[in-house]
């Protein structure tokens, strides 16, 4: 895991948080069909919530600089929950609904992260607290 690149592992966060919470949240409501409203306000705080728990992992225990991975670390949490309660809310109900939205998540969090990491192709560099380059 230490040799993914860090949008992928943030990912891999995001994907695992979204796909518990929201398989946990279907099962629940026992599947009820969601309105777009409801999607959306789910989206939304779930979104908050990776983007969050991310961020202060990313800046406490990391000890990247907040204004060097807010933005990746953003639009990573953006495609991760829409895709991931996307492809969710489309398995039908089973025994093992929680776990398989959890692998879905990290497999969409993994696929978005690599494609995120992919794309910048170290255009944006992030910087830890305490490193020398720059300074």
Same mark, same amino acid.
Do not use: K
């Given at each position: 895991?230490?040799?993914?690149?860090?949008? !992928?592992?943030?990912?891999?966060?995001?994907?695992?948080?979204?796909?518990?919470?929201?398989? $946990?949240?279907?099962? =629940?409501?026992?599947? &009820?069909?969601?309105?777009?409203? =409801?999607?959306?306000? !789910?989206?939304? $705080?779930?979104?908050?919530?990776?983007?969050?728990?991310?961020?202060?992992?990313?800046?406490? %225990? =990391?000890?990247?600089? !907040?204004? &060097? %991975?807010?933005?990746?670390?953003?639009?990573?949490?953006?495609? %991760?929950?829409?895709?991931?309660?996307?492809?969710?809310?489309?398995?039908?109900?089973?025994?093992?609904?929680?776990?398989?939205?959890?692998?879905?998540?990290?497999?969409?969090?993994?696929?978005?992260?690599?494609?995120?990491?992919? $794309?910048?192709?170290?255009?944006?560099?992030?910087?830890?607290?305490?490193?020398?380059?720059?300074?």
């Amino acid at each position: 895991m230490n040799n993914l690149p860090l949008c !992928a592992r943030i990912g891999i966060l995001h994907g695992i948080l979204i796909g518990f919470f929201f398989s $946990l949240w279907r099962v =629940e409501t026992n599947f &009820a069909p969601l309105a777009t409203h =409801e999607f959306l306000w !789910a989206a939304l $705080l779930l979104l908050l919530l990776a983007l969050v728990c991310s961020m202060f992992i990313l800046v406490i %225990v =990391e000890r990247y600089l !907040a204004g &060097a %991975v807010f933005w990746s670390a953003t639009v990573n949490a953006i495609l %991760v929950t829409l895709l991931t309660m996307a492809v969710t809310s489309l398995i039908p109900p089973h025994q093992f609904f929680i776990l398989s939205g959890i692998w879905i998540g990290i497999v969409v969090g993994l696929l978005i992260g690599l494609v995120l990491c992919r $794309l910048c192709l170290d255009r944006f560099t992030t910087q830890r607290i305490g490193d020398s380059h720059g300074r």
